[in-house]
């Protein structure tokens, strides 16, 4: 199943639409009885679906979680074994039959699971808030809630949340102090993301570097930021750019992603003077231009510290 040609032709209209993997794991309750997970991921991070291979080997130093690695294609990768993470028990007849093969943060990951249903099409304001109990069984890492037929929740995983729950997050180049020196300005920035793991990530990276940050967790959420700053700047009689001089977002978010938002901004002539920088997990070429054509400012990979910080102080409107 490969990753499907046309999904960055959605989102470059501003269409405001995303395709899922539909897939599944079962867990055996108490009783006997089966329950069916129906979880999925965004097409867009994913390069395939195969079967589970057969030449996966364990490597000294892995978490439990993570059953080993194997080679798929040209690349040597680690396997997550998601009902170990999810701490269920599989039922006698099924076992972790798949494996989705994901690229992000610069990394190539599988991830096994016990069936690989379909590829949806949803639109981001259909995803909802997961309700708490469901959050916290899966440890705070479901990003949103999709409801499909016969009343089913689709439960959108956070997968960087995982992964940096598994140690398997790099933030590069952090440790290369030499490169840093702190801004000899400090800028009002607003973050765009859904992930707690990255917004932190992100958030620490800029106050360190002297840097107020201001965070909200949709495109929905952002354009409301935006409206009331731009009411405040007007009232005071002043440039937006004194309020606020560069926007970092994420493109995946429930409500409004990204791109939408960053469209809705740019087509405001006051908004617009604020520079844009998509900052995303996926670094493939279709990613790049869908954020040329809604006249993002720049595009940056999550979490390259030496990027981060250059593009602060390449797009910041100085004041």
């Known amino acids: 199943m490969r990753k499907k040609e046309y999904l960055p032709k959605i989102l470059e209209t501003g269409a405001n639409e995303l395709e899922v993997i539909d ?167 607003l973050i765009l993301d859904d992930s707690p793991v990255a917004r932190k990530i992100i958030r620490k990276i800029l106050t360190k570097d002297g840097h107020k940050v201001f965070e909200v967790e949709s495109g929905i959420e952002g354009m409301a930021f935006l409206e009331n700053l731009k009411k405040e700047a007007e009232k005071e009689g002043v440039d937006i750019t004194d309020k606020l001089q560069l926007i970092i977002s994420d493109i995946e978010m429930p409500g409004m992603d990204g791109l939408t938002f960053t469209k809705k901004v740019k087509s405001d002539p006051v908004l617009s003077k604020i520079p844009i920088v998509i900052n995303t997990s996926l670094s493939d070429k279709a990613t790049v231009d869908k954020t040329r054509f809604v006249n993002a400012d720049a595009h940056l990979v999550k979490f390259d510290t030496k990027d981060l910080l250059h593009i602060v102080r390449e797009y910041a409107v100085k004041k």
């Open 23 to 189: 897939f599944r794991m079962f867990e055996e309750l108490e009783d006997g009885s089966v329950y069916e997970w129906v979880l999925g991921v965004n097409v867009a991070k994913v390069k395939e679906v195969i079967q589970r291979p057969s030449n996966i080997f364990r490597s000294p130093g892995m978490p439990p979680e993570v059953e080993g690695l194997a080679k798929i294609r040209e690349d040597v990768i680690p396997i997550v074994n998601l009902a170990k993470w999810m701490k269920i028990k599989n039922p006698p007849n099924k076992s972790n039959k798949y494996v989705i093969v994901m690229e992000f943060l610069r990394e190539i990951i599988g991830v096994m699971v016990h069936e690989a249903k379909r590829i949806r099409r949803i639109k981001w304001t259909d995803i909802k808030k997961p309700p708490a109990s469901i959050d916290e069984k899966l440890g705070g890492k479901v990003v949103g809630v999709i409801e499909i037929e016969d009343g089913q929740l689709l439960l959108l995983l956070d997968f960087e949340g995982i992964l940096d729950e598994l140690g398997m997050i790099k933030v590069f180049n952090v440790e290369d102090k030499t490169e840093y020196e702190k801004s000899d300005r400090s800028y009002n920035i």
